[in-house]
C-alpha cells in the first residue's frame, strides 16, 4: 500500500517470541520431503503464518515444528497428498494463546 | 474418574462448554476433553462476542462474564490504498445490559464458560487430545462408542461423542461426515494484540469507560480475497486479518507482511502506531457457509462449532463464538434426549439438525447461504471497493466552476473506470439484497 509504516515493524523472531509455546517433544507434523522436491507451488513457504517451511539446498522443504499455531493452513493448502502429515501435539503441549 | 459418561464432548470451546453445561445441568454424566493446558489456550478470533444467546444458558451473564469492552460502536470501512469509506453505527443501549457484543480474551471468556458447565457438575479433563473415536465391536462404519485420548490407557466410553474439536476437526472427518475439505472455504485469521493504555485508547477511539469499537475492513488486503479488523480491549487493541487460504498461497505473499501493509495505511496508521506487540496468533476460520457443512449427526456422534463449519461469515455480520454457542447447546439438549430414549444411532440424534433449523443458527445460515459465495467473486473482492471510493470521492469533492456531476453520472463513470458492467452491477445489487433482504 504505502510502503514501511511510519515506526519500525517488528523482525519476524521477535514476533514469534511474544508467543507461549509449550513444546512437546515429538513433533506434530512430519513433512515427506521427496514428494516436496517435485513440488513446484510450494505454497507452504508463504502462507504458513508461522514460516515454518524453509526450502532446503537439495530442492525439499526442511520443518521445523516448534512454533506451530496448529493452524491447519499448511496440509489445506498443500497439493501434494502425503507431502504433509498433520496432528496435534501431545496433550497440554504446542501453542499457549493468552491474549487472543 | 470414571470410564464411561453420558457423554463426552470434545473441546472445552464455546461450543463444548455449552453442550457440557446443558447435559450437566439435566443430570447427565459429561466430561470435556481439552487438548490445551486451559480452555481458550488453543483459540483466537476476530473480536466480538454477541451475548444473545447467552441469556438463555446464564440469566445476568454480563454481571459476571470476563469483558473487556462493550461495544458501542460498529464501523465498516471500504477502502483502497489512498482513501476509504466509512460507515458507522454507535448505540448507547449497547453499554447497558442487557448489551449487544463485547470485546473479550478467548484464554478469560473460554475458561469462565467452561467453568459454567464444570459449576453444573461437568468434569473438565485438560491436556488431553481425543486422538480418535472408538467404535462399536471394532468395527469401521460403527456406532461410536466413546474416543481415544493419547493419555496412558486413554479409552473414554461415551453413550454420545460431541465433537466440538474446532475448525480442523479431526473427529468428524474420521467419522465419515465430512466430504474433502475444500481450502476456498477456509480463511487464515492473523492478529497482532498490541499494548495501549486504557487513556490512550479512549483518545485515539474516541470511547469512555468501558465502551468499545469494531472497526471491520474491506479492500485492504492487497488483493488478496479477505477483510482486516481493528478492535479494542481494555488495555490492548487488536489489529488483524483474515485471508482466503488459496487466494493467500497464489498471491506468494507472507501475513505478516500484509499487516504491515495494513497498519501502514493512512486510515488505519493513526490507530495502531507506536505500540508494542504484545502478541501475535494465527488460527482458521470455515466460511464456506451452509453449503459447505458436514453431516451434523452420525451414530452416536454429533458435531458443533467451528468443527460443524458454524462460522457466519457474509461481510456485514461476521460471527463465531454464538453460533458455537447455539449449535453446542442445541447439541447437548438433543444428546439428553436421545439418551433418555435409548436411541443415540444418527436416527436418534437426527432431531440435531431439525432444532438448528429452527434456530437462529441456521435459518440465518440458509438466508445467508449464498453470500459467501458472492464475497469471494472479482467484483467484491477488487473492484467494488475503489468504486465505491470513487463515487464517495466524486459526491464530496466540490467541482466549482464546473456544477456538481450528479450520483448517476458518478456511479455510471465510477463503474466504467473499474472494469464494472452496468449490468453486472444490478444483478449483483438484486443477489444481495435477495441474499440478505
Same mark, same amino acid.
Given at each position: 500500500?504505502?510502503?514501511?509504516?511510519?515506526?519500525?515493524e517488528?523482525?519476524?523472531?521477535?514476533?514469534m517470541? /511474544?508467543v507461549?509455546?509449550?513444546?512437546a517433544?515429538?513433533?506434530?507434523?512430519?513433512?515427506?520431503?521427496?514428494?516436496?522436491?517435485?513440488?513446484?507451488?510450494?505454497?507452504?513457504?508463504?502462507?504458513?503464518?508461522?514460516?515454518?517451511?524453509?526450502?532446503?539446498?537439495?530442492?525439499?522443504?526442511?520443518?521445523?515444528?516448534?512454533?506451530?499455531?496448529?493452524?491447519?493452513?499448511?496440509?489445506?493448502?498443500?497439493?501434494?497428498?502425503?507431502?504433509?502429515?498433520?496432528?496435534?501435539?501431545?496433550?497440554?503441549?504446542?501453542?499457549?494463546?493468552?491474549?487472543? | 474418574?470414571?470410564?464411561?459418561?453420558?457423554?463426552?464432548?470434545?473441546?472445552?470451546?464455546?461450543?463444548?462448554?455449552?453442550?457440557?453445561?446443558?447435559?450437566?445441568?439435566?443430570g447427565?454424566?459429561?466430561?470435556?476433553?481439552?487438548?490445551?493446558?486451559?480452555?481458550?489456550?488453543?483459540?483466537?478470533?476476530?473480536?466480538?462476542?454477541?451475548?444473545?444467546?447467552?441469556?438463555?444458558?446464564?440469566?445476568?451473564?454480563?454481571?459476571?462474564?470476563?469483558?473487556?469492552?462493550?461495544?458501542?460502536?460498529?464501523?465498516?470501512?471500504?477502502?483502497?490504498?489512498?482513501?476509504?469509506l466509512?460507515?458507522?453505527?454507535?448505540?448507547?443501549?449497547?453499554?447497558?445490559?442487557?448489551?449487544?457484543?463485547?470485546?473479550?480474551?478467548?484464554?478469560?471468556?473460554?475458561?469462565?464458560?467452561?467453568?459454567?458447565?464444570?459449576?453444573?457438575?461437568?468434569?473438565?479433563? /485438560?491436556?488431553?487430545?481425543?486422538?480418535?473415536?472408538?467404535?462399536?465391536?471394532?468395527?469401521?462404519?460403527?456406532?461410536?462408542?466413546?474416543?481415544?485420548?493419547?493419555?496412558?490407557?486413554?479409552?473414554?466410553?461415551?453413550?454420545?461423542?460431541?465433537a466440538?474439536?474446532?475448525?480442523?476437526?479431526?473427529?468428524?472427518?474420521?467419522?465419515?461426515?465430512?466430504?474433502?475439505?475444500?481450502?476456498?472455504?477456509?480463511?487464515?485469521?492473523?492478529?497482532?494484540?498490541?499494548?495501549?493504555?486504557?487513556?490512550?485508547?479512549e483518545?485515539?477511539?474516541?470511547v469512555?469507560?468501558?465502551e468499545?469499537?469494531?472497526?471491520?475492513?474491506?479492500?485492504?488486503?492487497?488483493?488478496?480475497?479477505?477483510?482486516?479488523?481493528?478492535? /479494542?480491549?481494555?488495555?490492548?487493541?487488536?489489529v488483524?486479518?483474515?485471508?482466503? !487460504?488459496?487466494?493467500?498461497?497464489?498471491?506468494?505473499?507472507?501475513?505478516?507482511?500484509?499487516?504491515?501493509?495494513?497498519?501502514?495505511?493512512?486510515?488505519?496508521?493513526?490507530?495502531?502506531?507506536?505500540t508494542?506487540?504484545?502478541?501475535?496468533?494465527?488460527? !482458521?476460520?470455515?466460511?464456506?457457509?451452509?453449503?459447505?457443512?458436514?453431516?451434523?449427526?452420525?451414530?452416536?456422534?454429533?458435531?458443533?462449532?467451528?468443527?460443524?463449519?458454524?462460522?457466519?461469515? /457474509?461481510?456485514v455480520?461476521?460471527e463465531?463464538?454464538?453460533?458455537?454457542?447455539?449449535?453446542?447447546?442445541?447439541?447437548?439438549?438433543?444428546?439428553?434426549?436421545?439418551?433418555?430414549?435409548?436411541?443415540?444411532?444418527?436416527?436418534?440424534?437426527?432431531?440435531?439438525?431439525?432444532?438448528?433449523?429452527?434456530?437462529?443458527?441456521l435459518?440465518?445460515?440458509?438466508?445467508?447461504?449464498?453470500?459467501?459465495?458472492?464475497?469471494?467473486?472479482?467484483?467484491?473482492?477488487?473492484?467494488?471497493?475503489?468504486m465505491?471510493?470513487?463515487?464517495?470521492?466524486?459526491?464530496?469533492?466540490?467541482?466549482?466552476?464546473?456544477?456538481?456531476?450528479?450520483?448517476?453520472? !458518478?456511479?455510471?463513470?465510477?463503474?466504467?473506470?473499474?472494469?464494472?458492467?452496468?449490468?453486472? !452491477?444490478?444483478?449483483?445489487?438484486?443477489?444481495?439484497?435477495?441474499?440478505?433482504?
Open positions: 500500500m504505502n510502503g514501511a509504516a511510519p515506526w519500525p517488528v523482525g519476524f523472531e521477535d514476533r517470541a /511474544t507461549e509455546f509449550d513444546v517433544d515429538r513433533p506434530h507434523i512430519v513433512v515427506n520431503s521427496d514428494i516436496c522436491r517435485s513440488c513446484s507451488t510450494r505454497a507452504c513457504v508463504t502462507a504458513c503464518p508461522a514460516n515454518l517451511f524453509v526450502p532446503t539446498a537439495d530442492g525439499g522443504i526442511a520443518f521445523n515444528y516448534e512454533q506451530c499455531f496448529e493452524c491447519g493452513t499448511c496440509y489445506l493448502i498443500c497439493d501434494s497428498e502425503g507431502a504433509i502429515s498433520w496432528s496435534y501435539p501431545e496433550g497440554g503441549h504446542g501453542v499457549v494463546l493468552r491474549y487472543s | 474418574m470414571p470410564e464411561r459418561f453420558d457423554a463426552v464432548v470434545v473441546g472445552a470451546g464455546p461450543a463444548g462448554a455449552a453442550a457440557a453445561l446443558v447435559l450437566a445441568r439435566s447427565k454424566s459429561v466430561c470435556m476433553l481439552e487438548r490445551g493446558p486451559f480452555p481458550g489456550s488453543k483459540n483466537m478470533y476476530g473480536g466480538v462476542i454477541y451475548g444473545r444467546i447467552l441469556d438463555t444458558l446464564i440469566p445476568r451473564w454480563w454481571e459476571q462474564v470476563p469483558v473487556q469492552r462493550w461495544v458501542t460502536r460498529r464501523e465498516t470501512r471500504i477502502m483502497t490504498p489512498t482513501r476509504s466509512t460507515v458507522g453505527c454507535s448505540s448507547k443501549a449497547w453499554g447497558e445490559p442487557p448489551y449487544n457484543g463485547m470485546t473479550a480474551l478467548r484464554p478469560d471468556f473460554d475458561r469462565w464458560f467452561a467453568d459454567q458447565a464444570v459449576a453444573a457438575g461437568a468434569v473438565l479433563v /485438560t491436556s488431553t487430545v481425543a486422538t480418535g473415536v472408538t467404535r462399536q465391536g471394532g468395527r469401521a462404519g460403527g456406532r461410536v462408542t466413546g474416543v481415544r485420548t493419547d493419555r496412558l490407557g486413554g479409552d473414554l466410553a461415551a453413550g454420545v461423542v460431541i466440538c474439536d474446532g475448525v480442523n476437526s479431526f473427529l468428524a472427518k474420521e467419522a465419515g461426515l465430512y466430504r474433502r475439505a475444500d481450502p476456498d472455504h477456509f480463511t487464515l485469521g492473523v492478529k497482532e494484540v498490541l499494548a495501549m493504555p486504557a487513556a490512550e485508547i483518545r485515539r477511539f474516541n469512555s469507560g468501558r468499545g469499537v469494531d472497526i471491520e475492513v474491506l479492500g485492504a488486503t492487497s488483493g488478496v480475497p479477505g477483510g482486516g479488523f481493528v478492535y /479494542t480491549n481494555l488495555d490492548t487493541i487488536a488483524g486479518l483474515v485471508l482466503q !487460504l488459496t487466494g493467500l498461497a497464489s498471491a506468494k505473499v507472507r501475513p505478516e507482511e500484509l499487516i504491515a501493509e495494513f497498519k501502514s495505511h493512512p486510515d488505519i496508521a493513526p490507530l495502531v502506531a507506536r508494542e506487540l504484545k502478541e501475535y496468533s494465527a488460527h !482458521l476460520i470455515p466460511e464456506g457457509g451452509y453449503n459447505s457443512m458436514p453431516r451434523l449427526a452420525g451414530d452416536g456422534l454429533l458435531v458443533a462449532g467451528d468443527a460443524a463449519g458454524m462460522t457466519l461469515a /457474509t461481510g455480520w461476521l463465531g463464538v454464538n453460533f458455537a454457542v447455539g449449535s453446542g447447546a442445541a447439541a447437548g439438549t438433543t444428546a439428553c434426549q436421545a439418551l433418555d430414549r435409548g436411541d443415540v444411532s444418527a436416527a436418534g440424534l437426527a432431531g440435531y439438525r431439525r432444532r438448528l433449523e429452527r434456530t437462529f443458527v435459518k440465518n445460515h440458509k438466508k445467508l447461504r449464498r453470500v459467501p459465495a458472492l464475497l469471494l467473486t472479482d467484483r467484491v473482492q477488487h473492484r467494488y471497493a475503489p465505491v471510493c470513487d463515487v464517495a470521492e466524486g459526491l464530496f469533492t466540490v467541482t466549482d466552476p464546473a456544477p456538481k456531476p450528479g450520483l448517476f453520472r !458518478l456511479v455510471r463513470a465510477a463503474a466504467k473506470q473499474n472494469g464494472v458492467r452496468m449490468a453486472d !452491477l444490478a444483478r449483483d445489487g438484486w443477489a444481495t439484497v435477495r441474499s440478505i433482504g
